[in-house]
């Protein structure tokens, strides 16, 4: 079955970096994109960034650009969030997706398998 499985979130003080990992298992890789999302308390679920199958095409969102990279080794079947300049706004759990659509769409609905969540918290 597609598993999701995300890593690396802690607790990191502002300007600070870290780097999330998504191992997928199951079909999840052949899907045409993956993707990372995050989600604050009270908060919407917000799109972040999403990569193509080979990793050719990237989108990020404007809250991301510039500090956020998203990346996949897919010989490791591992898609990567490097998160630099992190600030205190950035802080919520962050989870990776497997989806099919324009890499540009930014839909939760986009997007079949869900990881179960890292927590990122950025302090001040």
């Known amino acids: 079955q597609v598993q999701l499985v995300e890593s690396g979130g802690g607790l990191v003080q502002a300007g600070g970096s870290l780097r999330l990992s998504c191992a997928a298992s199951?079909?999840?890789?052949?899907?045409?994109?993956m993707g990372w999302f995050r989600q604050a308390p009270g908060k919407e679920r917000e799109f972040v960034a999403a990569i193509s199958r080979s990793g050719s095409a990237t989108s990020h969102a404007n809250s991301a650009k510039g500090r956020f990279t998203i990346s996949r080794d897919n010989a490791k079947n591992t898609v990567y969030l490097q998160m630099d300049s992190l600030k205190p706004e950035d802080t919520a759990v962050y989870y990776c997706a497997a989806g099919t659509g324009p890499i540009g769409g930014s839909g939760t609905y986009e997007y079949d398998y869900w990881g179960q969540g890292t927590q990122v918290t950025v302090s001040s």
């Open positions: 199951g079909r999840a890789f052949s899907y045409s994109k």
